[in-house]
């Protein structure tokens, strides 16, 4: 990417059409206002970047973790059972809002399904109070014993417990248990958001005036872009939320 560029935020299709425009002109004008366009939403987003309430030490230790461990060499000897890098993580400003999410629904109780490397884990773990817990739930089972190396760093790791193995069952142990979470974060593949919203319903996990959250609702422009979108993934999702009763969006 060119460096005038750099920290560009592609996830919105709009600014990655922008970009190709900008890439594939050759209007020396055009691509001038294209760039100063490209550019303002790279400094507002630094701007308000800057804004957070800085990052706690141990949560940017486990943000220069995500960003330089060899997750592809990791995938290739077969250390990991999937293909992860360092965008699944929540950065900085993510972890920021649900820290504050947790806060302002004073919850004791969290479940986060995708724990990935634990960055939104602790984010979420620092705004619960001294007795809450948050039950962080993956697949991968290298993941386990990285973010608990970092989260026993923290005075706020005692309350995170990781549990390993399909996000679904987890929730059914979870259920039985009589866990009811006040705040659940899904993060996790997105085929599976809606089983995971109707097992958090069905199995009564929400506590009353609970929040749910998902990460990438949008994907890209998937539910509103794509031809049939009506039938993605994301779009069957939302629709799911807004016809059930129990919930309100």
Known sequence: MDNSLKGLPLYDPALKELKLWYESTEDKGTKERLLKILQMHIKRDCYALNLNTPVTPVRQEILQFTNTNN??????????????GPNMASGEWAG?????LVSMQ???TVIEIGMFTGFA???MAEALPADGQLFACDIEPYLEKSARSFFDKSPHGKK????IGPALETLKTLAKEGVKADFIFIDADKSGYIDYFKSVLDNNILAP???IAFDNIYWFGEPYLQKGCENTV???VHKAIIDDPRVEQ
């Open 121 to 123: 884990s602790l984010s």
């Open 234 to 236: 994301m779009a069957i």
């Open 209 to 211: 005036r609970g929040t």
């Open 106 to 108: 004073k919850a004791k």
């Open 160 to 163: 995170i417990t990781i549990k």
């Open 96 to 100: 920021q809002v649900l820290k504050m």
């Open 71 to 84: 997750w592809e060499l990791l995938a290739q000897q077969k250390v990991t059972q999937y293909r992860l």
